[in-house]
């Protein structure tokens, strides 16, 4: 697909993440052209979502489709072999910088260890049988023997003794290249039910993206399931349950009394800052000092260390030093979703995150948006004085734009380098049960944390649990994805110590109950049958503080990748619709497809052409056939006069001109509908009558 000479839009966006997916739908909505670009050959971005087969081959994916896009921008594939763009007066083009995200993976997959072959059980008639065979005497009295009692066993063969040792004989142990190359074969069979994400998370039930998804109709492109349970594993113990509510603290056992009464206090805080509406939350968070939040929670509630993890980690997903008043509003958001959808606050995804920014994506092409994947842009329009961004150069053509959306991977070369950069750690893996024994198999989502001291890391660790209910994984599997903070180790340094904590080691089988179903009093740990580690590392430059150098330049801002909500990609899509178009409706309902008034089509004068010869040719063929309706009345005619004028009365010839009436009054109908849906027709392609064309 190509863009025509000279063509314009209201907005350029570049790269189909989530915040820009948001902005691009917003900006259509309200009726704006907007083209949509990404370099990648699928939506998403860094919020996609993958096979098991695709996840091994992430570089080849985010890398290789650029590449590819690069030649695919050239006529013969030769980059070198294009000419120069043909910039308009008065304007001037910057290069662009490019960054990739980068992935350092190691993959493993374990074969269930084989059950230890047992003996053969011999039965009584065999050992009765060896006893006596054993005790015969030389052959010639063997011989005697059976011939006079037959029913005595004779004494074995040399070839049926080798047979038996044949068929006794132990088959070669197979090799653990062999048994791991099985153990794939069996994986890959199944690779594409498997939907595994770059970035796990789930959406709070009140959360921002919630109230954007019903509010602007999107929600009929998405499934949710509700995440059943939260949990926290403090130390080497079982997992616990992360008190949401006041039903759930009263029934929990591992928090004592005392702090059951500090977490009822807390929780009633929270809850009546939020049920008190925006001047109620400022004035609250207006009374909490600038301060940790782990230092806030000891001194002001007096909360011993381990139930501040509760609230830290679990509820708030912050950090111990992040700010009070900004932890409080995480918090507070955890509790103003709580009872909405199940027991916990979350909601998760069918089919992975990837289909959120699909859905937003979809939106925007039905209400004009220009889609084009696989496609770099050469560089960026601006003014001669070099004070605006007026547009894009791609495939050698400009295309001027009153707006220009991009990535922190895809900036003038003019945009000062960045100063910082996100790394995040991962783990996927398979397993024959779930992680956490404590919480139901049959689950659709759980979600763990573990605290730092315990997964042995500089930062928390959040795990989500996936079952086959939730359309993550195939039956009898169940699909962990974990997400922590990159330090300067590798992934599986990171992640290593939580991994082997929650799954059996490798090599050695857990014991695990007949029906398949574990106990909460003796939870078993389930096997470990595939692991892969991998750190992203963006390493693209990130939009500054301070105002862009070029106006007219907008740069889409990334959440932390370690978030585990969506909450901070609707922020800064609405920061960046507000930036371009101030005081607008941010995405207005979406009307049902059965509701748009689509109007006339628009059409070229070539097609137009086309359309009215297909018309004048059905027009031609209802006419003849009026024609030959109207002869056959006129023999009808003379037949029913022919009748009266017969001295003989003949009542068939009258039934059948009676017949032959009746039909031609419902053709004579059917031809005046047909004549009146030619003339619509040839209203809605040019302004012309069915006569003229007759």
């Not at 492109?221 to 349970?229: G, N, P, R, T």
């Not at 359309?611 to 031609?620: I, N």
Request: aromatic letters at 6%.
């Amino acid at each position: 697909m190509e863009l025509e000479d000279g063509v314009s839009f209201d907005a350029v966006v570049i790269g189909t993440g989530l915040p820009n997916a948001i902005l691009a739908a917003a900006l259509a909505r309200i009726d704006k052209r907007v083209l949509h670009l990404d370099s990648l050959e699928f939506y998403g971005q860094d919020w996609a979502t993958f096979s098991l087969k695709e996840l091994g081959e992430l570089n080849t994916l985010f890398n290789h489709s650029k590449e590819d896009a690069d030649a695919a921008s050239r006529p013969d594939g030769d980059a070198s072999a294009s000419t120069p763009a043909p910039i308009p007066p008065g304007q001037q083009m910057v290069d662009v910088k490019y960054s990739s995200t980068t992935f350092d993976s190691e993959e493993a997959v374990f074969p269930l260890p084989r059950a230890q072959p047992q003996p053969p059980m011999t039965t009584a008639t065999e050992e009765t049988n060896v006893v006596r065979a054993s005790a015969a005497a030389p052959t010639t009295v063997a011989a005697t023997e059976q011939a006079a009692h037959p029913a005595l066993p004779s004494a074995p063969t040399s070839t049926e003794t080798e047979t038996a040792q044949a068929v006794t004989a132990p088959l070669p142990e197979p090799t653990q290249e062999e048994l791991e190359s099985e153990a794939r074969a069996a994986l890959m069979k199944q690779a594409r039910r498997y939907n595994i994400d770059l970035f796990p998370k789930a959406c709070l039930s009140r959360g921002a993206l919630i109230q954007l998804l019903i509010s602007s109709n999107i929600g009929r492109y998405l499934e949710f399931k509700a995440v059943a349970e939260t949990y926290i594993r403090m130390d080497d113990g079982p997992a616990r349950e992360v008190p949401c509510s006041k039903s759930t603290l009263l029934l929990n056992r591992s928090v004592s009394p005392k702090n059951k009464r500090l977490l009822m206090k807390f929780l009633q805080f929270c809850t009546t800052a939020v049920d008190s509406g925006e001047n109620g939350g400022a004035a609250a968070a207006a009374a909490v000092p600038e301060s940790g939040f782990l230092e806030y929670l000891r001194a002001t509630w007096r909360f011993p260390d381990d139930l501040a993890k509760y609230i830290i980690f679990a509820i708030g997903n912050v950090e111990p030093d992040t700010s009070a008043r900004a932890a409080l509003s995480s918090v507070r958001e955890f509790f103003s979703s709580l009872g909405q959808y199940g027991k916990t606050p979350f909601i998760s995804p069918m089919y992975g995150v990837g289909e959120v920014p699909q859905a937003f994506c979809r939106l925007c092409a039905v209400f004009g948006g220009t889609y084009m994947l696989r496609q770099r842009i050469d560089g960026f329009l601006t003014a001669d004085d070099g004070g605006r961004c007026s547009g894009i150069v791609l495939n050698g053509k400009p295309v001027e734009s009153t707006w220009v959306v991009t990535t922190a991977g895809c900036l003038p070369t003019t945009y000062p380098a960045s100063t910082r950069g996100n790394r995040v750690s991962r783990a996927v893996l398979i397993t024959d049960g779930t992680l956490v024994p404590e919480a139901d198999e049959n689950q659709p989502v759980v979600t763990l944390c573990v605290p730092p001291e315990t997964a042995g890391n500089a930062n928390n660790v959040n795990a989500f649990v996936y079952s086959e209910d939730s359309a993550a994984c195939p039956s009898g599997r169940w699909l962990t994805q974990m997400v922590t903070k990159g330090t300067d180790a590798s992934a599986k340094t990171d992640l290593e110590h939580v991994v082997g904590m929650l799954t059996q080691q490798p090599g050695t089988a857990a014991t695990r109950p007949e029906d398949g179903k574990t106990s909460n009093k003796s939870p078993t740990k389930p096997n470990l049958l595939y692991s892969m580690y991998f750190s992203m590392d963006t390493e693209g430059p990130r939009a500054p503080d301070g105002p862009h150098e070029l106006s007219g330049l907008v740069i889409s801002n990334p959440p932390p990748p370690d978030s585990v909500n969506f909450q901070a990609a609707v922020a800064e899509a609405r920061r960046m619709f507000e930036l371009i178009c101030p005081g607008e409706e941010f995405l207005p309902t979406a009307p049902n497809p059965e509701d748009i008034d689509w109007g006339p089509p628009q059409l070229t004068a070539e097609e137009m052409d086309a359309r009215l010869t297909v018309l004048e040719k059905d027009a031609v063929q209802t006419w003849i056939g009026v024609g030959e309706i109207t002869q056959r009345l006129e023999s009808v005619r003379v037949r029913g006069a022919q009748s009266k004028r017969s001295t003989r009365t003949d009542t068939f010839e009258m039934v059948r001109t009676a017949i032959d009436l009746h039909s031609m009054s419902g053709e004579l109908a059917a031809v005046r509908t047909r004549l009146t849906l030619l003339n619509c027709r040839v209203d809605a392609i040019a302004p012309l009558s069915a006569e003229s064309i007759v």
